[in-house]
């Protein structure tokens, strides 16, 4: 599949980071739009609105978009079962799939 095409299998579905001391809930808009909970088991989050886009259909670019560029990048976007990984800015990451 295609970033592109993952990210559209997603839309609707709570993204959980599977992390011992990060929080990091994602959850994606058909609009160009993520909704984010970010922060720190047993500490401070914040629930930002990010911008987000597929650049040539392999990579998802999180954050700002413009000259100084996106915050994070995923790419090899892969789902099994209920589960997401990406490389987040070039480090393994996985998320629960949590669909309601």
């Not at 040539?56 to 099994?80: A, K, S």
Request: aromatic content about 10%; some cysteine; glycine content about 12%.
């Amino acid at each position: 599949m295609t970033a592109a095409e993952v990210i559209e299998s997603l839309i609707g579905a709570r993204l959980e980071l599977q992390d011992d001391l990060q929080v990091g809930q994602y959850w994606f808009g058909r609009h160009g739009y993520v909704a984010a909970t970010l922060g720190v088991k047993n500490g401070g989050v914040c629930a930002p609105l990010f911008e987000y886009r597929i650049k040539d259909n392999e990579t998802v670019e999180i954050g700002p978009i413009g000259p100084g560029g996106p915050m994070w990048q995923w790419e090899q976007l892969q789902i099994n079962g209920d589960i997401l990984t990406v490389l987040f800015n070039g480090k393994p990451r996985s998320f629960e799939i949590i669909r309601h």
